[in-house]
């Protein structure tokens, strides 16, 4: 099934839970099976979002996570700083964050780093 197969029935379960006529019981599967979904979905964008980042992205998240600058990250990993900013936009726009500390933190949730 698709994402966008499962974010529409998604949408239909929530207009179904809350129509009038549901007892408690049925109300409650329903909304377990949409907590199901949602966490479909989440899996399925995060693991898109992990095979779009490229080995050098990967690399230069792995020492962003260390705290090192740009400067410092291009000396290590024998890359010139202005392929390490074109390295780290792809990152933030993958991870969809505008800053090295919001991509810190989605790369961690995401077991990008440790």
Do not use: C
């Amino acid at each position: 099934m698709h994402k966008r197969d499962l974010a529409l029935i998604g949408l239909k379960l929530d207009s179904v839970i809350g129509s009038p006529g549901l007892t408690a019981a049925a109300r409650a599967e329903l909304r377990s099976v949409r907590a199901e979904i949602a966490a479909a979905l989440h899996n399925e964008a995060n693991r898109e979002v992990i095979e779009a980042m490229t080995p050098s992205e990967m690399r230069v998240l792995e020492s962003l996570s260390r705290g090192l600058a740009t400067k410092a990250i291009s000396e290590e990993l024998f890359l010139s700083v202005a392929t390490v900013k074109t390295h780290l936009a792809g990152i933030y726009q993958k991870l969809d964050v505008s800053s090295r500390a919001q991509a810190i933190v989605i790369a961690e949730k995401l077991g990008l780093v440790i």
